[in-house]
């Protein structure tokens, strides 16, 4: 068998032809790796907007169950009936004192077992001082009311002094007043004002000093000349 020739230590070393591979014990050198398979992005942007599709409308139909168990749920916590309170206001603010009670009636507020609606009446300070002291008929603002705001404490103390019978609980200030001191709020009594419509009334009033009613108040205040 004829002998390999031993190379030259001055002569150039051999090299594998290009684009072919060789073997070397356990390596394997590639001379060219061929393209990389990409996966295609749009399956799964169609499977993410499903996904949020359907949680939209589990969300959507969560909300609407929300609200209707709770207005269920309240009127059926009315287990006194209905109980209905009239405040008499002021004319400068009939018109957020109006809105306050579309609220308070369209979330069936409940007051003492019993579901409080809320009717407002705009009348002059006078005429509502007049009917409650006897000064004229109570006829002419429509019957003795639950409460009444007027545009300051001047009239709320004039009541207190000319007949003190008619105030149920001490006036409250509910906004600043043109006049000065507030716009206050008095929960009435009289034979015709029973203890649940007593406690409707100091709930309204409660409900208007919140910061929602507090700030239509002020609103109405500000518009004013």
């Not at 609200?67 to 209905?84: I, P, W, Y």
């Not at 009917?131 to 603002?141: E, H, M």
């Not at 609980?169 to 007043?177: E, F, K, R, V």
């Amino acid at each position: 068998m004829a002998e390999e020739p031993v190379p030259h230590p001055l002569d150039p070393p051999s090299r594998p032809a290009a684009g072919r591979s060789e073997t070397t014990g356990s390596h394997r050198v590639v001379g060219k790796q061929g393209p990389r398979r990409r996966i295609a992005k749009w399956p799964i942007a169609v499977a993410g907007l499903a996904v949020l599709g359907t949680l939209g409308i589990l969300g959507w139909n969560w909300a609407d169950g929300e609200l209707t168990n709770r207005a269920e749920a309240q009127a059926a916590s009315c287990s006194g009936g209905r109980t209905d309170i009239r405040i008499t206001v002021t004319p400068q603010v009939a018109a957020p004192v109006q809105a306050a009670a579309t609220r308070w009636n369209q979330d069936l507020t409940v007051v003492h077992g019993s579901c409080v609606h809320v009717e407002v009446q705009s009348r002059p300070a006078p005429e509502v001082y007049n009917a409650l002291t006897g000064a004229a008929g109570a006829a002419a603002i429509g019957g003795i009311p639950d409460g009444w705001i007027s545009e300051s404490p001047y009239w709320i103390t004039k009541l207190a002094q000319d007949k003190p019978d008619a105030i149920g609980s001490p006036a409250l200030s509910i906004g600043a007043g043109p006049a000065g001191g507030g716009y206050q709020f008095v929960a009435l009594a009289g034979p015709a004002i029973d203890e649940t419509q007593q406690r409707a009334t100091q709930s309204f009033r409660g409900f208007l000093k919140e910061p929602a009613q507090l700030a239509d108040l002020a609103a109405a205040t500000a518009k004013q000349p």
